[in-house]
């Protein structure tokens, strides 16, 4: 066998090994053995080992390779849809893609030593890629302002866990939707913001039905202004 052929041989056995550690990961956690996803995989132990000296380097690799996937897709998504719809796109996909790795995910958060550095890099091209999507889409007035990378990192997270615990994946895919929706500034079929429709209610002071500016966050007003606001307080006190 040649030199090249070796090469390309031994990139194949690497990409068996870490599609086969993927999937029993998922199955049955991070505790699958090297010798058992070996034996799945089809190849030697040594062969595992090779590639993969210990189950710390496999368990990084396997999600660097699944966040690589994931900045490969923000930048399919930015060449094909318009801003907002990326956003959404994007962050669907990888909620659905995230949904079954939860116990790879708990690896992160119960060592501190995480991200090791090849996980780190991956973890930063993605968030790059990500942020130029929600730069892109903001700049185009379809996503909230107020919005950061780690505001949609976060809800991918929290949506991924919801996708996974749920008994019905339909309801659970409703469910994420109605997370997303938040986020768009304008209605549309797809997004609707419920924040947006407050703007066009109307609401008046109790004290002397002045017309009040309704704001689309924080506590409603219930006056118009500190004067109604004391005379408010000095009937109820004298009451």
Same mark, same amino acid.
């Given at each position: 066998? !040649?030199?090249?052929?070796?090469?390309?041989? &031994?990139?194949?056995?690497?990409? /068996?090994?870490?599609?086969?550690?993927?999937?029993?990961?998922?199955?049955?956690?991070?505790?699958?053995?090297?010798?058992? /996803? +070996?034996?799945?995989?089809?190849?030697?132990?040594?062969?595992?080992?090779?590639?993969?000296?210990?189950?710390?380097? %496999?368990?990084?690799?396997?999600?660097?390779?699944?966040?690589?996937?994931?900045?490969? $897709?923000?930048?399919?998504?930015? $060449?094909?849809?318009?801003?907002?719809?990326?956003?959404?796109?994007? @962050?669907?996909?990888?909620?659905?893609?995230?949904?079954?790795?939860?116990? %790879?995910?708990?690896?992160?958060?119960?060592?501190?030593?995480?991200?090791?550095?090849? %996980? $780190?890099?991956?973890?930063?091209?993605?968030?790059?890629?990500?942020?130029?999507? %929600?730069?892109?889409?903001?700049?185009?007035?379809? /996503?909230?302002?107020?919005?950061?990378? *780690?505001?949609?990192? +976060? @809800?991918?997270?929290?949506?991924?866990?919801?996708?996974?615990?749920?008994?019905?994946?339909?309801? $659970? !895919?409703?469910?994420?939707?109605?997370?997303? *929706? &938040?986020?768009?500034? !304008?209605?549309?079929?797809?997004? #609707? *913001?419920?924040?947006?429709?407050?703007?066009?209610?109307?609401?008046?002071?109790?004290?002397?039905?002045?017309?009040?500016?309704?704001?689309?966050?924080?506590?409603?007003?219930?006056?118009?202004?500190?004067?109604?606001?004391?005379?408010?307080?000095?009937? #109820? !006190?004298?009451?």
């Amino acid at each position: 066998m !040649t030199a090249t052929a070796e090469r390309a041989d &031994s990139r194949r056995n690497r990409e /068996i090994v870490l599609r086969t550690a993927a999937r029993l990961f998922a199955e049955d956690g991070p505790d699958v053995t090297l010798s058992r /996803i +070996a034996q799945r995989a089809g190849v030697g132990a040594g062969t595992v080992h090779r590639h993969f000296p210990s189950k710390e380097i %496999l368990v990084e690799a396997v999600l660097a390779e699944h966040v690589e996937s994931l900045a490969a $897709a923000a930048d399919r998504w930015a $060449a094909h849809a318009a801003p907002g719809d990326a956003v959404y796109g994007l @962050l669907l996909e990888v909620i659905e893609k995230s949904a079954g790795r939860q116990p %790879l995910c708990d690896v992160l958060t119960a060592d501190r030593g995480w991200p090791r550095t090849h %996980l $780190a890099g991956s973890v930063v091209r993605f968030r790059d890629a990500l942020d130029r999507l %929600l730069g892109n889409a903001q700049r185009a007035g379809a /996503i909230r302002s107020d919005v950061q990378v *780690d505001d949609l990192c +976060a @809800l991918t997270v929290g949506a991924a866990t919801l996708v996974a615990a749920h008994r019905n994946r339909s309801r $659970a !895919t409703r469910l994420v939707r109605l997370l997303l *929706d &938040s986020l768009r500034v !304008t209605e549309s079929p797809v997004f #609707r *913001d419920s924040v947006s429709t407050r703007r066009h209610e109307t609401a008046h002071c109790v004290e002397c039905g002045t017309r009040l500016h309704v704001h689309p966050t924080g506590r409603p007003a219930r006056y118009c202004g500190p004067t109604c606001r004391q005379r408010a307080r000095r009937r #109820r !006190t004298a009451g």
